[in-house]
């Protein structure tokens, strides 16, 4: 039987325009759930449509301590709401949950950051830490996410900040190894760091020097953040290395740099810091390669984490000398007072003291969490570089 090329066309037009018809609705019906909707006096109201829920609660960091969630009261046309009193300028994250089991994230928001493996919207309240963790209308650096070989037929990927100007000059750079912690990857301080942002805002008004900024994967079991390699969809899980393999491929990566970047190849133009485990890899590779980093930065560092018989890590307290009898400019310790790893914070700061060795200590509130450690940055890099 013949077809009809005209029949086959109406008949796609009309499945399509169907198709429309239904996503229009849709739109149609959600145009009246606005969430988060940011207030003036710093509030924010969450709403949810949610006809068939018995009770939806909302969970975020934005909840006073000791709260790990709040009630979302219906208000009609089967639609959730809630508001916070006025909360600090910040950036905070959030999830809903659904009849007390199923956690899901908020339809109308379409900026949702992972930490680990986990999915969370977000929102920023603006002033203050929130502006300076916002894209703000200033000159704009670059990010790139580029493969080093880390040995022979070996490549892990990083992600590269170039400041403002790189690409159109030819001046060259001081760099920031900047490392993430257990179960991160070169994604982690993009996302949930803000770093871009916090660098761009800092060198446009001249808080901070302009600088290259090498976010590393420090998992060696893994060559990139999830989905970016030939190791396919891999879920994402609390892997790490400290088993002196990423400490050990460092100086590869500091030359693979130097190689490809116009950098200024000198201890007093290279800083390294980290969070937590990229905390213990910061003191780690310091030590171990005294004549590479003038600026060092322990973000709620794990510091007592070598396993026996790991050469890498023996020897600390020689190695410690031999690194402070030409010191660092800066040796910079932060952490929360509520960080499960304050305790070995106290104890290499006594360590560090009986040596008479220097170094600067900031110590916040809260404990292991996003939030310091984007403060930690904000402060941190100021300190580098300076003329």
Request: net charge negative; glycine share 8%; aromatic share 12%.
């Amino acid at each position: 039987m013949a077809i009809n090329l005209r029949t086959l066309i109406v008949a796609a037009v009309a499945i399509m325009g169907c198709g429309m018809c239904h996503a229009q609705q849709n739109l149609w019906q959600y145009s009246q759930v606005v969430s988060p909707e940011l207030h003036d006096d710093g509030s924010v109201t969450f709403r949810l449509f949610a006809p068939e829920a018995e009770s939806v609660d909302v969970v975020g960091d934005f909840l006073a301590k000791g709260c790990s969630e709040v009630a979302m009261q219906p208000i009609g046309n089967g639609v959730w709401e809630y508001r916070t009193e006025p909360l600090p300028s910040e950036l905070y994250t959030y999830s809903f949950r659904i009849d007390d089991v199923r956690t899901i994230h908020d339809p109308s928001n379409v900026y949702v950051m992972r930490d680990v493996a986990t999915l969370m919207n977000y929102f920023i309240v603006p002033g203050e830490r929130g502006d300076l963790y916002s894209a703000q209308n200033v000159a704009h650096g670059t990010l790139s996410r580029v493969w080093c070989e880390v040995e022979r037929g070996k490549s892990r990927r990083m992600a590269v900040y170039t400041p403002a100007g790189y690409e159109d000059g030819r001046g060259r750079y001081p760099v920031l190894y900047l490392l993430h912690g257990m179960g991160g990857d070169e994604e982690a301080w993009i996302a949930t760091g803000r770093v871009v942002e916090i660098m761009d805002n800092l060198i446009a008004k001249g808080a901070a020097e302009p600088m290259i900024v090498v976010m590393t994967n420090g998992c060696t079991k893994h060559s990139s953040a999830p989905g970016f390699s030939h190791e396919g969809l891999w879920q994402p899980y609390m892997s790490g290395s400290m088993d002196g393999s990423f400490e050990a491929s460092f100086p590869a990566i500091v030359k693979w740099v130097d190689k490809h970047y116009r950098t200024v190849a000198r201890k007093s133009s290279r800083a390294i810091a980290g969070l937590s485990m990229g905390g213990f890899h910061s003191m780690q590779i310091a030590k171990e390669y005294p004549a590479m980093f003038d600026y060092v930065g322990l973000f709620s560092a794990a510091i007592f984490r070598g396993d026996d018989g790991v050469a890498m890590y023996d020897n600390l307290e020689a190695k410690l000398e031999r690194q402070f009898a030409h010191p660092p400019k800066l040796y910079w310790i932060a952490i929360g007072s509520e960080d499960f790893l304050l305790e070995e914070s106290v104890r290499y700061r006594e360590l560090l003291d009986s040596c008479n060795y220097q170094y600067a200590y900031f110590e916040s509130g809260d404990g292991h969490i996003w939030r310091n450690w984007r403060i930690y940055l904000s402060m941190f890099v100021p300190q580098l570089f300076k003329k």
